[in-house]
């Protein structure tokens, strides 16, 4: 199938392999909006952290990389890392 428009739509595969994504049908949207809207927020949030606390916390929870691996790129003890994400985590807190 083609990329022209059919009726004035894009036919749905043609979409699909352009990799948009559809939404799930069977989702309820109020859970959709929430969840974009709480990403967002937790979004706001993490920019209000200093920078090192922002690092730990996109190290350890969106690269998915452990604490030991986290102390050995910056060159400090494990403690050192767990203190940082502690002190994040409860700023976090505070601002949601």
């Not at 004035?8 to 352009?18: A, T």
């Not at 949030?45 to 050995?72: C, G, H, R, W």
Request: charged fraction near 30%; glycine fraction near 6%.
């Amino acid at each position: 199938m083609t990329g022209k428009k059919q009726g004035g739509i894009f036919p749905l595969e043609y979409l699909l392999s352009k990799g948009v994504e559809l939404v799930d049908p069977n989702g309820d949207c109020l859970d959709i909006v929430i969840k974009k809207e709480s990403e967002e927020e937790l979004h706001n949030a993490i920019v209000l952290l200093p920078v090192k606390q922002q690092e730990i916390i996109e190290k350890v929870y969106f690269d998915q990389k452990s604490i030991v691996e986290i102390a050995n790129e910056n060159g400090v003890k494990r403690s050192s890392i767990y203190e940082r994400l502690e002190w994040a985590i409860n700023k976090l807190k505070k601002y949601l």
